[in-house]
């Protein structure tokens, strides 16, 4: 059964730094684009990066220069490593996986796109 599950979230001061993992079963991340989105209280569900089975990554223009997604294929998981965070970086994190190949990569930024999401590990940046 295909399942992706989110871990590493958490509460963290302003300026901090956190890895959210996404960790893939059922099926190999590697021939699919992977997106991390993101849904605060009252908001719609934003796409945040995605990385390409070629490895290209993309990422929205609100985390450009601090977050890095990452793939490892042996260990079938996504990473998204997340520096400088914001209080306005608190939401539900998700991951997604949109099962169909791309090529050539290009960026997918819309929830709609994806077709298997995980359960979300909440983000907190407060003081």
């Known amino acids: 059964q295909l399942q992706l599950v989110e871990s590493g979230g958490g509460l963290v001061q302003p300026g901090g730094s956190l890895r959210l993992s996404c960790a893939a079963s059922?099926?190999?991340?590697?021939?699919?684009?992977i997106g991390w989105f993101r849904q605060a209280p009252g908001k719609e569900r934003e796409g945040v990066s995605c990385?390409?089975?070629?490895?290209?990554?993309f990422y929205g223009d609100s985390v450009k220069g601090r977050f890095t997604i990452s793939r490892d294929n042996a260990k079938n998981t996504v990473y998204l490593q997340m520096i400088s965070l914001k209080p306005e970086d608190t939401a539900v994190y998700y991951c997604?996986?949109?099962?169909?190949?791309?090529?050539?990569?290009?960026?997918?930024?819309?929830?709609?796109?994806?077709?298997?999401w995980g359960q979300g590990a909440a983000v907190t940046v407060s003081s």
């Open positions: 997604a996986v949109r099962a169909t190949i791309e090529y050539p990569a290009r960026p997918i930024f819309s929830a709609r796109d994806y077709d298997y």
């Open positions: 059922g099926f190999s991340l590697n021939y699919y684009t």
């Open positions: 990385i390409a089975s070629d490895n290209s990554t």
